[in-house]
């Protein structure tokens, strides 16, 4: 009889209301999908007719009329919009926006491989926002797939088929409350009969966003199996692999991302599509920024404030004092020596003139010596000078010449223990420089090995600290990003052991 019903169905109309009948666009369990131009208006719409054998059931009646209501109060330009409702002949129609283009489905079943990564996310971000709109109008989904994405020719994706496939499944006529879904894309809760929130959609998008950049779902029946139980046990008791297994472009944060979407227990979801698409993007700095100030200091910052600029001769390095103390010292030797030597010259020619002088107050001795006397005098006086001038060198320190020779030494030993000559008080601490990029490289190496000893021995937190402050330092480190990720996956499921 169904069968029956859905060949006489297949009869298209060639006009229903004020719209004229082109054509077929699609069939799904539930009923048709035709393109239709308005009479007047030259609009082209969609039109989707319910079979009549399902206007006979209530329930199912119901759940149709009540798709139209829902998805006209969405107004979004990601959500297909309803243009009317009508009922014609005892046949049930829901006139809406005509999308030219094909369904997600479509698109991955034409590529048959993993969707370009940019293309992919600018996609699910779009549908993201569309499904996030339906949540704040507190409408839930129940049936989020591929199929259920129309794709524009301008790259427009829009969320369509609200509350029709969650009544009787899909490709099917089944009763209501027997599948209440897609089984490849339905959350454990749904699975398990329980009562679903926004959070079941948020799995069916991450499941959504597995299949476009692995190019497949993570739980497949198997071609040999005749339904579908093995798949519908997996979404709630197996771990789903990671997607980089199938397609290792995948970013670690987008990974991270699907597989938090992916939790078996809803508390552990995100709780809006806004906080999933938030986590589709690059580590947020500030957050690194925290766990850097947290850890214990190590490197220098790499933006250090800077002193007002000095001339480069000002600042020492660490050689140049001792040379130039050792110059000084020199300097002063070279002349102070000089002066020493012809203040005690000058002293020994006034003591010995002094001398001289000094034996001619006496006549007695030099009246009664013979012809030969002063030469002899003379004589013994050279002779006699040397003790004299012996004795008189211990004086000549108190002299007033020497004086001045004890002074300059005084002076010269000041000058050795002053600053530099041109340089300013204090000019010899050591000024913060910017480190060079070897120093850089250093420092993020080191940071990367801590961080993976920390890692390894359980200390996430620390982890955490020690990537996120290599990305400080190198942005664009591979490293420091995967394991930035791995540690924070790791601690989450660590929390959620807890």
Partial sequence: MIRLALAVHSLMPDQISSYRLEGEIARGGMGIVYRGVHTVFEEVVAIKAIFPELT????????????AKIQRRLQHPNIVQIREFLIEQGKFYIVMEYVEGETLAERLKRLQAPMPIDEAMEIFRQALAGLGHAHSQGVIHRDIKPSNFMLT????????????????????????????????YMSPEQIQGLKVDARADIYSMGITLYEMLAGRVPFKR?????????????????QPPPPSRFAPSITPFVESAILKA??????????????????????????????????????????AVQPAARAPAEEPSPPKPREFQKSTHAGLWRVAG???????????????????????????????????APSTAVGSAQKSAPPVERESKPTTPSSGPPGKEANIRQE?????????????????????????????AAQVRQLLAQAKTAMDGGKYDDAIAGYGKALQLDPNNSAAREGFARAQKAKAAEDALR
């Fill in 222 to 238: 198997a071609k040999d199996s005749e339904n579908d139980f093995a798949v519908l046990a997996a979404h709630i008791d197996a």
């Fill in 338 to 372: 000089p002066l020493t030597i012809l203040l005690i010259a000058g002293s020994l020619w006034l003591y010995r003139t002094q001398r001289e002088k000094a034996p001619a107050n006496i006549s007695t001795p030099v009246q009664q010596a013979p012809a030969s």
């Fill in 262 to 303: 992916l939790a078996k227990q809803r508390e552990e979801r995100f709780s809006s599509c806004e906080e999933f698409r938030a986590a589709l993007g690059p580590p947020v700095l500030p957050r690194t920024r925290v766990a850097v100030a947290a850890s214990p200091p190590a490197a220098p910052q790499l933006k």
């Fill in 153 to 184: 020719r301008q790259g427009v994706a829009k969320l369509t088929d609200f509350g029709i496939a969650r009544a009787v499944g899909v490709g099917q006529l089944t009763r209501t409350g027997i599948v209440l879904g897609t089984p490849a």
């Fill in 56 to 67: 006979l059931n209530p329930e199912l009646r119901e759940r149709f009329v009540n798709e």
């Fill in 412 to 440: 010269g030993k000041g000058k050795a223990g002053s600053p530099a000559v041109g340089q300013r008080p204090g000019a010899q601490e050591a000024q913060p420089r910017k480190p060079s990029p070897e120093e850089l």
